[in-house]
């Protein structure tokens, strides 16, 4: 796909290739944006994040690198609202914007990573799967909902854009792993990140088994 026009969502966090994304649509274009996305043969629409600012009334800053996304199901009620869930598919840049009339629209083109990691960078996937499964173990620990444990893909390719949609990390973070340019440079900023977020983690944790009942002197 180079240089074609797609309908676009805006979002406040960032979709990752193979995150499941699903979204409550309610506002009057987005209705109709959904509807044009039904009758496209690959039902796709690109999500990219809003930077700064907010989308209602036109005032947002919107990244350039975003996420094709594929609508897997749906539900309209009687008032026109949509429930759609849907997954991303592959990074796309948005090469640029056209007008939002009626709905966010973009011509984007795929932006492809490396189709075969080399042997030192499966290992080095793999040792990042083991800190990512701590750092939810400890992240659970604490008493955070890390939500349902995941297999994640053995290809790291994919499995690193899992590794981030799926440790507690900011939508800044989400983005940047996003927009790193290869593989190598995706899992050395997912290294940098589950590192950090593991020291956090200790700290909170001994934090709490020092103090477990978060009482503090008056």
């Known amino acids: 796909m180079t240089n074609l026009a797609i309908p676009m969502f805006p979002l406040g966090s960032v979709l990752l290739p193979s995150m499941v994304l699903p979204l409550h ?26 930077e700064q600012g907010h989308e209602v009334g036109g005032q947002d800053r919107r990244s350039s690198v975003g996420t094709l996304a594929r609508v897997l199901e749906t539900d309209r009620a009687p008032d026109g609202r949509w429930a759609v869930v849907s997954v991303g598919l592959s990074r796309i840049r948005v090469e640029q914007w056209l007008a939002d009339d009626p709905y966010p629209q973009a011509l984007v083109s795929q932006w492809p990573d490396e189709s075969v990691a080399s042997d030192a960078q499966t290992v080095r996937y793999h040792a990042l799967l083991a800190q990512h499964r701590r750092l939810l173990a400890l992240t659970s620990e604490i008493g955070h909902d890390v939500g349902p444990v995941q297999e994640l893909s053995d290809d790291p390719t994919l499995g690193s854009f899992q590794i981030a949609a799926t440790a507690p990390l900011s939508s800044l973070d989400r983005y940047q792993t996003l927009a790193a340019p ?28 020092i103090d477990p009942l978060g009482d503090t002197d008056n």
């Open 25 to 50: 649509i309610f506002e009057p274009r987005y209705r109709e944006m959904m509807e044009d996305v039904m009758q496209r043969e690959d039902r796709s629409f690109g999500v990219v994040l809003i």
């Open 182 to 209: 290869t593989l190598e440079d995706r899992l050395g900023l997912i290294e940098r990140l589950l590192e950090s977020a593991l020291l956090l983690a200790e700290l909170e944790l001994g934090q709490a088994m």
